[in-house]
Nanobody
Framework: QVQLVESGGGLVQAGGSLSLSCAAS????????MGWYRQASGKQRELVAV???????NYADAVRGRFTISGEIAKNTVYLQMNDLKPEDTAVYYC????WGDGMNYWGEGTLVTVSS
């Protein structure tokens, strides 16, 4: 069973920075895109940022200009640089890998990011 493994979460003060990393435990081919999602307590999971196999990126309005997604889709790795963090960024962050060809989706177990005010 292929897994996505995230790392890099933690506690940071408002205005600080954190970097998240995600990698697949085994090679997954024909990936369409990889992304970061987050779920705050009592809220639904939401898309934070996505990067496609052509290198295109997209961001949620709430994080655009503060977060940067990067990665090598062919190597099944994705990163999220988070700057100028705010308390409202506090959430469990999940890595997702998507393959549109057969509708397969893979998810990490999540890493907690806590931003104190």
């Amino acid at each position: 069973q292929v897994q996505l493994v995230e790392s890099g979460g933690g506690l940071v003060q408002a205005g600080g920075s954190l970097s998240l990393s995600c990698a697949a435990s085994a090679k997954i081919s024909s990936v369409t895109n990889m992304g970061w999602y987050r779920q705050a307590s009592g809220k639904q999971r939401e898309l934070v940022a996505v990067i496609t196999n052509s290198g295109a990126t997209n961001y949620a309005d709430a994080v655009r200009g503060r977060f940067t997604i990067s990665g090598e889709i062919a190597k099944n790795t994705v990163y999220l640089q988070m700057n100028d963090l705010k308390p409202e960024d506090t959430a469990v962050y999940y890595c997702g890998l998507h393959r549109w060809g057969d509708g397969m989706n893979y998810w990490g177990e999540g890493t907690l990011v806590t931003v104190s005010s």
